[in-house]
Structures are given as C-alpha cells and as structure tokens.
C-alpha cells in the first residue's frame, strides 16, 4: 500500500509532540521493505498517533477483517510510557473511538496485549500490566506468558471473525518462520481462551468482553505515548476484509 492509502486519526498527538514518518535510520525485519514507519515523541504529552487504511470498501469495513503488520518499541529514553499496536473494528475516525488493539503493551518488560477499548477511552490510555479483567478500566482481553524485549520484531496477525450470530472471533496469531514475507501463524502462549483456542470470543451478549462486539471499522496502526523520546516502528502493513 502506497502512503496515499493511509489518513490520520483525528485528535492525535502533532507532528511537534510525536514526529513520524518514513524512515531507513532503523534495520527493517527480515524480509522487510527497505524503508519503516516510525513514532519518536519529542515533547512530553499524553495521547496517541494512529493511522488507517482509506481505500473504498475499507473505511470502513462493513464487516469482519484482517490486520497483520511488524513491530518494534525501540531503544527509547526509558522502557515505560509507550506503546505500538494494531488496531480493527474501529468505530470512527478519531483517536477516542473504539475498536480492537492487538500490540506491545506499555510496561518494562512488555508483553503483546489484546485490548478491546470503548468509544472515548480510544488509543489515549496507556496499557498497562496487571489488569487483565475484560471489564475493567483497561479493557485488556489477553496477555501473552512471553514478554517481548526492546529492539525486538515481532509480527502480528489479529483476524476479527463475524459470524451470522454476531458473535466476533478475535483470532491472535504471531510470525515464528522470522521473515515477514513468509509467516509462519502460530498461536502465541497466554492468548487462548476455552471459547476460542485462537484467541478471544467477543460475544453478541457482551458477557465475555463486558460489552457487545465490534463487528465492523477499519483497521491501521498506531502509537502511544506520555513522555519523551519514546520510540517506535511499524513495518509490512497488511489489511484484509471479510467478505
């Protein structure tokens, strides 16, 4: 996807707190492009960047999907107060809507978080180790067993599977074959549930999530942030719609 497919969230942090963009100052992941997208947050501020694919039939999505992508928190100022992610199902335009968030929770060390946020709470909120309760402020679903280190690739997949019922799966996977170009989806230890030995079940009476599924949005990435000279890069973007 070319840079023309990608807007901005709304309400995110500026380009003067958070700078971002296309860089090569970073080595890619084995089988990346040669170029990867950063986030390096030059003031303190509170808040979030977030970008999402803006092609027809994508914005959004009228249902299900697939968001797949490379990440890294990198070499930062201090290994607290941010975090990169995935996003699906996201319900607007605007970093305070709410969707599925599939990343590298903010904590030292960090591990992949699934986290389902509720509209107003959005990408602000940093995630934040210890509060696994669906219900609870922070919305975390699941939390791998395996932390994952700084400076670390690692390739996600989070598939959003709308049934008839309107049940959602939240299907999780991590790339172990260690090139982006030819994954190898494995479920990743600690983010299975008896409902779904994949994942998530998001059900259509909220009783799993605390709240009813997302069940359409669109899907990008993001990055978050309350301090300075917090990094981070994306790279090898996918996004796929259930049709």
């Known amino acids: 996807m070319a840079q023309a497919d990608w807007t901005f969230l709304t309400g995110g942090l500026a380009a003067q707190t958070v700078d971002r963009g296309v860089t090569a100052g970073t080595t890619p992941p084995v089988g990346g492009n040669?170029?990867?997208?950063?986030?390096?947050?030059?003031?303190?501020?509170?808040?979030?960047?977030?970008?999402?694919?803006?092609?027809?039939?994508?914005?959004?999505?009228?249902?299900?999907?697939?968001?797949?992508?490379?990440?890294?928190?990198?070499?930062?100022?201090?290994?607290?107060?941010?975090?990169?992610?995935?996003?699906?199902?996201?319900?607007?335009?605007?970093v305070t809507d709410g969707g599925y968030m599939l990343g590298l929770q903010d904590d030292d060390p960090s591990f992949i978080v699934l986290r389902k946020t509720s509209p107003g709470e959005g990408m602000t909120t940093g995630l934040v180790a210890g509060d696994e309760d669906p219900t609870g402020g922070q919305g975390i679903l699941l939390k791998s067993t395996e932390p994952v280190a700084i400076d670390d690739w690692v390739h996600?997949?989070?598939?959003?599977?709308?049934?008839?019922?309107?049940?959602?799966?939240?299907?999780?996977?991590?790339?172990?074959?260690?090139?982006?170009?030819?994954?190898?989806?494995?479920i990743i230890p600690g983010m299975t549930t008896t409902e779904n030995p994949n994942g998530f079940f998001d059900d259509t009476l909220g009783a799993n999530s605390g709240s009813p599924p997302y069940t359409s949005g669109r899907a990008g990435f993001g990055f978050q942030t309350t301090d300075v000279t917090r990094r981070a890069f994306v790279d090898y973007i996918e996004v796929f719609r259930q049709l």
């Open 156 to 186: 996600l997949r989070m598939d959003m599977v709308v049934n008839g019922t309107g049940d959602v799966l939240l299907n999780i996977f991590k790339n172990n074959s260690g090139d982006v170009s030819s994954p190898l989806w494995e």
């Open 34 to 94: 040669n170029f990867v997208y950063g986030f390096n947050s030059l003031a303190i501020g509170a808040g979030a960047v977030g970008l999402f694919n803006n092609q027809v039939n994508f914005a959004p999505m009228a249902s299900g999907s697939s968001v797949r992508g490379a990440m890294k928190r990198a070499p930062s100022g201090g290994q607290t107060n941010f975090s990169v992610f995935l996003y699906t199902g996201w319900q607007g335009t605007a």
